[in-house]
């Protein structure tokens, strides 16, 4: 797959299962849980998803287990609304980087670099 599709269907991905987790499962175990970023390895037949809990190590835990039970519910989702040929198998971890510095700092040298495209044109050319 092209890098740069990639990087589009990544963050389509991110913004997908964001606002799944966030505002669509009534899971508690989710109620702290932030979507830090999507990794599709080669070959697109996996993809990390990075989650930042707050909290501590026992609720951190407990998310995870939480997100690996919904797996497949999450996958289904994100193919039939991304509407992915391919949609990559989700594994889920815990980004222990996530402080909000590192994320804004990154956003803003994507932006610089001019890859950060905000709109409903940008989301529907990452599907293409």
Do not use: N
């Amino acid at each position: 797959m092209d890098p740069r599709r990639t990087e589009r269907v990544s963050e389509a991905m991110r913004e997908e299962l964001s606002a799944i987790i966030g505002f669509e499962m009534e899971d508690p175990r989710l109620g702290e849980v932030d979507v830090a970023e999507v990794i599709i390895e080669a070959g697109a037949r996996h993809a990390r998803v990075r989650v930042h809990v707050a909290g501590d190590e026992r609720r951190c835990a407990d998310a995870l287990l939480a997100l690996d039970g919904a797996r497949r519910l999450l996958r289904r989702e994100v193919a039939e609304r991304l509407r992915l040929y391919r949609m990559p198998e989700l594994h889920f971890e815990a980004d222990l980087d996530a402080l909000p510095g590192v994320r804004v700092g990154k956003l803003l040298r994507e932006a610089r670099k001019g890859r950060l495209k905000s709109g409903p044109a940008s989301k529907k050319s990452a599907l293409e």
